[in-house]
């Protein structure tokens, strides 16, 4: 008898299964697939789960035991992956997917990266492909999470990754090699005069006005574009910004001036572009001209 109830259960569990697989399957899935893909400055970041309910269940503490290994989600573990190399939590970490897994507490929480994206549930977990492991502190949400919730927000090039389920979140950083490899970049390719074109100087001279430091670089790089071309309006806009950032108005009235000069002797095909950008730089110059008498 036993063997015979043994056996149905069997035939129910394979019988829920190929059903749940079926596209006809009419109930939705407890926990549904959730994926995030966010380009963080020059890398991509993709992560992937399942995003299970809290259905007046105690969550922390209860089916989510404290200070045991959790797949971070339901079902397949919770996976992320980045096209490029970056620093996790204080780690260097190559190009690729991992599982995502944490270890829940009541005062703080390890994270873990782990090479073997395969897993189900924990059980099989081998601490021996762990590719980092680092502590965060949970904090209380101002809302309640009634699932599971990641969020990538975009420092930037570099991002924090947010983890809130019921009133508990963590956050950890991931720093990408994008401000490195351009800075590196600008000092081997633009400030020896090697790029002859114009836009890569001024979008080089932008970057860093808006990473707010370097401005006599930015400002090298804006007259290189204006050496290169007269007519380039974007960076004699950021020469402007440069000058009003470092509150030398004088300087910053000087270039409107010149921008004047230079739209005014110019030809356009559509006189309304012209009248248009002359309208801007003498908004532009009486704002300045205000900011100087404050």
């Known amino acids: 008898m036993m063997k015979k109830s043994v056996l149905a259960l069997i035939l129910v569990v394979v019988s829920f299964s190929s059903h749940a697989q079926n596209d006809s399957y009419p109930y939705p899935s407890l926990s549904p697939l959730g994926k995030i893909v966010q380009n963080v400055g020059n ?9 299970p309910a809290a259905r007046k269940r105690q969550v922390f503490g209860g089916f989510v035991p404290w200070n045991k290994v959790w797949r971070t989600g339901a079902g397949h573990c919770t996976k992320i992956s980045f096209d490029s190399n970056v620093v996790v939590g204080g780690h260097k970490i190559a190009a690729g ?17 782990n090479r073997d994206t395969t897993l ?9 492909k762990d590719v980092a492991r680092f502590v965060t502190v949970p904090a209380k949400t101002e809302r309640f999470y009634e699932t599971l919730n990641i969020d990538i927000e975009i ?7 947010y983890l809130s389920w019921t009133d508990l979140q963590i956050s950890f950083d991931v720093e990408t090699t994008t401000d490195d490899e351009l800075e590196k970049w600008i000092a081997e390719e633009l400030l020896t005069l090697k790029n002859k074109d114009s836009d890569i100087y001024a979008g080089a001279a932008e970057y860093l006005l808006y990473r707010g430091e370097n401005f006599s670089d930015a400002l090298k790089l804006a007259d290189i574009a204006i050496e290169l071309d007269a007519d380039n309006g974007w960076a004699r806009r950021l020469k402007t910004k440069l000058y009003e950032r470092q509150g030398r108005y004088d300087d910053a009235l000087d270039e409107i001036q010149r921008s004047l000069d230079n739209v005014e002797g110019r030809e356009y095909p559509d006189k309304r572009e012209k009248e248009n950008e002359l309208l801007q730089l003498r908004s532009e110059l009486e704002r300045i001209r205000k900011l100087k008498k404050e």
């Open 43 to 51: 890398t991509l970041i993709e992560i992937e789960y399942e995003r």
């Open 97 to 113: 997917k991992y599982a995502l897994l944490t270890i829940p507490g009541k005062t703080e929480w390890t994270v873990i990266l």
């Open 120 to 128: 189900y549930g924990t059980a099989a977990y081998d601490p021996r």
């Open 155 to 161: 420092l930037p090039n570099d991002a924090r990754i």
